[in-house]
């Protein structure tokens, strides 16, 4: 059976002494309990002794407390009313990657990759069809995964940055940005360490992703890419201008390397926008990039295809001695609505061992125009080019198609100059792009190559290649 508490009691008692009492003396003092009235009137008409009463007033003011204690504990921890956000708790969406935010902003992760499936056919004319005697250089069609990528990165405490990716095309997992960083930090922005990409040049800076045709143009043997270093990047002029300056060492896919030699490049670049209007729709991108690359007796070539990664390096100096590389890159680019122009010259000042101080030297220009009246985006923040996405996605029964881009390209080579003997070449390049959401495009190139001498390596021969390229990409 159940106790009955002294509040019970309390209250019984009250019930049964109601009526009698009901036009009794003068009200008592208002900050008096219920219980401490009762108390007292009991007490006054000798129901209960003095000692009886000490005794359930103490008993009385245990049970309270007891009692008041949860409600004291939820006063001060409140809860989340209706409509407001956990900080604590997490957002999970997806855009273009998987992303996962806390409500606070103090934790921010992306997992997403990429695939980009090439297929070739490479027509060589007759007299660079056998040129090393054994048709391995012949005409060919071929497939490959020309990128097969996925990463992890985030945003932690809103200033630690990291992210992890891998190149799984090669057959391996080759590293491609592995780093971690703080950002916000005064002039010198943000700061990565790790594998990544050095600050040199509009074309390479741009992601795979987002070039307008397949392949980089033919100058972009001269960029170093990605390596192991340290880089510090900001914005400032009200996003109009980008400074980049880092240090790094010259290491292979798995960001590994040695030497008993001092060998490191030094890269900055700087870019600026003179020209901005309709919230990016119309303006003028001017950027320098520079980089030193310190060597001693360091040994090296360079090469490079007819903007095909499955066609063969045709161009080619062979193997020399370097004491050291100076390379520059001056960049621009137009946007007028669906309109684009963008250009490079970059050069090389090698320092041939043995040799002259060679100047191999190349450049390109391209057009491009948006059929259907989207535009190329422009991130300001990093002074490249970013993601379009069509104003109507792909939807046939709706009669929306996506968006559709023409291109066409022009570039130039020469690795002939003192030293060097690595061949001359021309190149046009025509596109057609067909965005048919922001994060799926597909895409078809013809590139004409005209060798006027492909170097000592392949016997200094001259002739033309043909080639037609598609590739379905892409990002998840």
């Known amino acids: 059976m159940r106790s009955i508490t002294v509040r019970e009691r309390l209250r019984a008692v009250a019930a049964a002494l109601a009526l009698p009492l009901a036009g009794a003396g003068p009200a008592v003092a208002a900050e008096k309990t219920f219980e401490q009235e009762i108390l007292d009137i009991l007490r006054r008409d000798g129901t209960i002794t003095e000692e009886q009463y000490e005794d359930l007033e103490a008993k009385a003011k245990a049970e309270r407390a007891t009692q008041e204690k949860p409600a004291a504990a939820a006063q001060k921890t ?34 997403g990759g990429r695939i980009q499936g090439d297929f070739a056919s490479i027509w060589p004319g007759d007299s660079l069809a056998t040129i090393d005697g054994s048709g391995t250089y ?23 940055v990291f992210k992890a990716q891998y190149d799984f095309a090669g057959g391996d997992a080759d590293f491609n940005d592995v780093y971690i960083g703080l950002k916000d930090l005064g002039y010198a922005g943000t700061v990565l360490l790790g594998h990544q990409k050095e600050p040199f040049s509009l074309e390479e800076l741009t992601s795979s992703k987002y070039i307008t045709f397949m392949e980089r143009s033919l100058p972009s043997v001269f960029d170093s890419s990605r390596n192991f270093g340290l880089t510090s990047y900001n914005h400032v002029l009200d996003e109009r201008m980008t400074y980049a300056l880092g240090i790094y060492a010259p290491t292979d896919g798995f960001g590994e390397w040695e030497s008993n030699d001092t060998e490191f490049n030094l890269t900055g670049r700087v870019t600026g926008v003179p020209w901005w209007q309709e919230d990016g729709r ?55 609505g669906p309109f684009s122009l963008q250009s490079e010259w970059k050069q090389g000042w090698q320092q041939v061992v043995g040799g002259s101080t060679s100047s191999p030297r190349g450049a390109y220009v391209y057009a491009s125009y948006f059929i259907t009246g989207e535009n190329r985006v422009y991130n300001p923040k990093r002074g490249v080019f970013a993601r379009v996405t069509p104003t109507n996605s792909f939807d046939p029964k709706d009669g929306k198609w996506g968006a559709w881009e023409v291109a066409v390209r022009y570039s130039w080579l020469d690795l002939n100059d003192k030293s060097l003997n690595g061949g001359e070449e021309q190149n046009v390049t025509a596109g057609l792009n067909w965005y048919l959401w922001s994060n799926l495009r597909m895409m078809l190139n013809y590139v004409y190559a005209d060798l006027k001498d492909t170097g000592s390596v392949l016997g200094n021969r001259s002739g033309d290649i043909h080639i037609v390229q598609t590739r379905a990409a892409i990002e998840f």
């Open 138 to 160: 012949a005409g060919k069609e071929a497939v490959e995964f020309r990128r097969a990528r996925l990463y992890f990165s985030g945003e932690l405490y809103k200033r630690l």
């Open 78 to 111: 409140p809860a989340v009313s209706a409509g407001e956000e956990d900080p604590k708790g997490y957002k999970v969406k997806w855009k273009n990657s998987l992303q996962i935010k806390r409500n606070d902003g103090n934790v921010k992760l992306k997992l």
């Open 282 to 336: 119309k303006f003028l991108h001017l950027g320098l990039s520079a980089s030193y690359q310190f060597r001693k007796q360091s040994s090296r070539s360079i090469s490079q295809s007819p903007e095909s990664h499955l066609a063969e390096d045709y161009l080619d100096t062979g193997t020399f001695q370097s004491d050291g590389n100076t390379l520059l890159a001056a960049e621009i680019a137009l946007v007028h």
